[in-house]
C-alpha cells in the first residue's frame, strides 16, 4: 500500500497551465502504476492519464492529448501532471491513483483498477 498526497490546483484562466504533483509514501513506488484521474461536479470519475512503473510508457484520454503530459521520478517518489491549454471543461477534482504492477500489463483506465487514492486537488478553470 501507498499513501497518496496531491497538490499543486488551484484557479487559472482559460488558456493557462497548472503542473500538479503526487507525493506517494514507501520504498517501492518503483513497482507502482501511476494514474490521474478527474471528477467534475455530478459526473463520473474519468481517466485522465497513466504512466507505467517504469516511466517508460504513458497512454491519455482523448480529451486530453496534446495539452497534458504526465511524467515520474521514483527517485522521488513523485508523480507529475502537466496540464496546459486548460479549458472550462477541464474544471474538476484531480486524483492521483496507484496500482501495483510489477508484473503483468500496467495499464488500466478504469478506477476500480486502482486500490490507492490521494485526496484530490481542485483545478477551476475561469473563462
Known amino acids: 500500500q501507498v499513501q497518496l498526497v496531491e497538490s499543486g490546483g488551484g484557479l487559472v484562466q482559460a488558456g493557462g497551465s497548472l503542473r500538479l504533483s503526487c507525493l506517494a509514501s514507501?520504498?517501492?513506488?518503483?513497482?507502482?502504476?501511476m494514474g490521474w484521474f478527474r471528477q467534475a461536479p455530478g459526473k463520473e470519475r474519468e481517466f485522465v492519464a497513466a504512466?507505467?512503473?517504469?516511466?517508460?510508457?504513458?497512454y491519455y484520454a482523448d480529451s486530453v492529448k496534446g495539452r497534458f503530459s504526465i511524467s515520474r521520478d521514483n527517485a522521488k517518489n513523485t508523480v507529475y501532471l502537466q496540464v496546459n491549454n486548460l479549458q472550462h471543461e477541464d474544471t474538476a477534482v484531480y486524483y492521483c491513483?496507484?496500482?501495483?504492477?510489477?508484473?503483468?500489463?500496467?495499464?488500466?483506465?478504469?478506477?476500480?483498477?486502482?486500490?490507492?487514492w490521494g485526496q484530490g486537488t481542485q483545478v477551476t478553470v475561469s473563462s
Open positions: 491513483a496507484a496500482r501495483w504492477a510489477a508484473q503483468g500489463v500496467w495499464l488500466r483506465t478504469l478506477p476500480n483498477g486502482y486500490n490507492n
Open positions: 514507501g520504498r517501492t513506488f518503483s513497482t507502482y502504476a
Open positions: 504512466i507505467s512503473p517504469s516511466g517508460g510508457s504513458t
